[in-house]
């Protein structure tokens, strides 16, 4: 995770401390790369807090991180777990002229728990998100996630699902959702796994080429599977 430890956004699901933010680091970029060289990843996925304080959301240090990996460690791939930039496109294309190999942002969970959940954000600028990037670089597979497990319903999650392929997404996780502490939201069922299972099936049936759906899955759950079992893969 880049960008510091502290987010200025306070979602209800997650446990990233709400703060003000710190300074960005400006060797975090080589930082980062010599990491990664020293553990041998192939592949990294990186993330961040969200950084609304930023004109440009943290794109340009994004961007400086996937290069400096490139140039590191030339054979491994970068994933990226975007915020949603306030919906800034041109801090996505900043993003995306890095030429990561992965682009990630989760939508979190369907559009009418958002209000409760995702405070600050907001589901079609989510979407949009996704749209943008598929539209500008459809070279860049693009994958999603959702916590299930906070009061949605199955046809509500399919929808969203085809809301996800209409965008160009190909790629998603579906997790179960835990309740960090007592202050944020309660968890209303826990999803079994043999209907996670029927949920990964109705995902291919809609095309994704990767689905990873399980109660412990995250976004960076079998993330190097999930790309080189795409048709994407460039190795």
């Known amino acids: 995770m880049i960008l510091g ?5 306070d979602c209800r699901f997650c446990n990233v401390d709400h703060a003000s933010p710190l300074d960005v ?13 020293e553990l041998g990843l192939r592949h990294a996925v990186i993330t961040s807090v969200t950084r609304d304080d930023l004109e440009d959301g943290g794109a ?5 991180v996937t290069r400096a990996i490139h140039v590191r460690c030339p054979d491994c791939r970068v994933e990226l777990l975007i915020p949603d930039l306030q919906g800034n ?18 939508l979190e969970t369907v559009p009418r728990l958002y209000q409760a959940a995702r405070s600050g954000a907001g589901y079609q600028r989510s979407l949009e ?3 943008a990037a598929h ?34 997404c190909v ?19 826990y999803v079994h796994p043999a209907e996670f299972a029927q949920l990964r099936q109705s995902g291919l049936d809609l095309g994704f080429d ?23 893969d460039k190795s």
């Open 89 to 106: 496109e041109q801090a996505l294309q900043m993003i995306l002229s890095a030429h990561p190999d992965v682009l990630g942002h989760n």
């Open 60 to 64: 340009g240090h994004f961007a400086a």
């Open 5 to 9: 430890n502290h987010c200025t956004r």
């Open 171 to 189: 790629m998603l996780t579906l997790g179960q959702y835990l309740q960090p502490t007592r202050d944020h939201l309660p968890v209303e069922r």
């Open 210 to 232: 990767h689905v990873e759906a399980g109660p412990l899955v995250r976004s960076s759950y079998h993330a190097a599977e999930q790309f080189e079992g795409g048709q994407y």
């Open 129 to 131: 998100l996704l749209a």
């Open 25 to 37: 680091d400006p060797q975090e970029a080589l930082k980062i790369a010599e990491a990664v060289a």
């Open 135 to 168: 539209r500008t670089a459809p070279e860049i597979p693009t994958k999603s996630g959702l916590m299930l497990g906070m009061g949605e319903t199955v046809d509500e999650i399919l929808d969203v699902m085809q809301d996800l392929r209409r965008v160009g």
